[in-house]
């Protein structure tokens, strides 16, 4: 079965942190560049950083940069997303999704081969 599968929510208090894996299964994440979203609830889906196949290229929203880290590890077929400073804000249903392009992007509206469940971020004291 071709499927991503993200893991790693949790309820956290700010500033804590957490890791989030987005892991694929049936088919080679090397040749994808992966778009990491959220959705707040009664929000729109907000896409915010993505990582590509060429020098493990990133980028990221003003609304994440340099709290959140994307990375990949080929090897084990994974894309991470280290958040750090976590804010009540921040609390939303984080999904990743893969496309084979050469660079990468996080718009929703790109048409993304395979896309995640989701799993639940909660910021709260």
């Known amino acids: 079965q071709l499927q991503l599968v993200e893991s790693g929510g949790g309820l956290v208090q700010p500033g804590g942190s957490l890791r989030l894996s987005c892991a694929a299964s049936g088919f080679r994440l090397d040749n994808y560049a992966i778009g990491w979203f959220r959705q707040a609830t009664g929000k729109e889906r907000e896409g915010f950083s993505c990582?590509?196949?060429?020098?493990?290229?990133?980028t990221y929203a003003d609304s994440v940069k340099g709290r959140f880290t994307i990375s990949r590890d080929n090897a084990k077929n994974t894309v991470y997303l280290q958040m750090n400073s976590l804010k009540p804000e921040d609390t939303a249903v984080y999904s990743c999704a893969a496309v084979p392009i050469r660079g990468c992007t996080y718009s929703p509206r790109y048409e993304y081969d395979y896309w995640g469940q989701g799993t639940q971020v909660t910021v709260s004291s």
């Open positions: 990582i590509g196949t060429i020098d493990a290229y990133t």
